[in-house]
C-alpha cells in the first residue's frame, strides 16, 4: 500500500526509480527528490540525485556511465526533469566508499536571487 501512495504522489520520482531498476539492476540505488532546493513550487519533482551501484558499470568510463543513466530514464530528462545528479559506481567501488558528497546549494535562478538569473548584480 505504501509503494501505491508514493507512486501517486511522486510519480517522476517512481517512474526514475523503476526504469534504473529494470535497466541496471543495482545493487544499491537512491533517487533523491532535491526540488525543495531550488526556486520551484512545493511538491516539484525537477532536480534529483540518483545513486547508483551496478555491475554494468564494470570496464565503462564515467561518461559511458553517465550515458547508460540518461538512456534509461531519458522521457522523464525530456519531459519533466530539468536536473540529475548522477553518482554510478561498480559494487567493487560503492564497497570501498559508500559515501556520497551533499549536493552544492543552487545558485542560478534562485528565489533568492533578486536580480533574476543570469543577471549581474548591480554594483554598490
Do not use: Y
Not at 511522486?10 to 532535491?34: C, D, I, M
Amino acid at each position: 500500500m505504501a509503494t501505491i501512495v508514493r507512486a501517486a504522489r511522486r510519480p517522476v520520482e517512481t517512474a526514475l526509480r523503476a526504469k534504473l531498476e529494470s535497466s541496471l539492476a543495482p545493487a544499491h540505488l537512491e533517487v533523491v527528490n532535491e526540488s525543495h532546493q531550488h526556486a520551484v513550487p512545493a511538491g516539484s519533482e525537477t532536480h534529483f540525485k540518483v545513486v547508483v551501484v551496478s555491475e554494468h558499470f564494470e570496464g565503462l568510463s564515467l561518461i559511458q556511465r553517465h550515458r547508460l543513466v540518461h538512456e534509461a530514464v531519458r522521457e522523464e530528462m525530456a519531459a519533466q526533469v530539468h536536473a540529475l545528479s548522477i553518482h554510478a559506481r561498480t559494487p567493487r567501488q560503492w564497497a570501498d566508499d559508500p559515501t556520497v558528497d551533499r549536493s552544492p546549494p543552487c545558485l542560478g535562478g534562485s528565489k533568492h536571487d533578486r536580480h533574476g538569473a543570469g543577471k549581474p548584480s548591480p554594483a554598490n
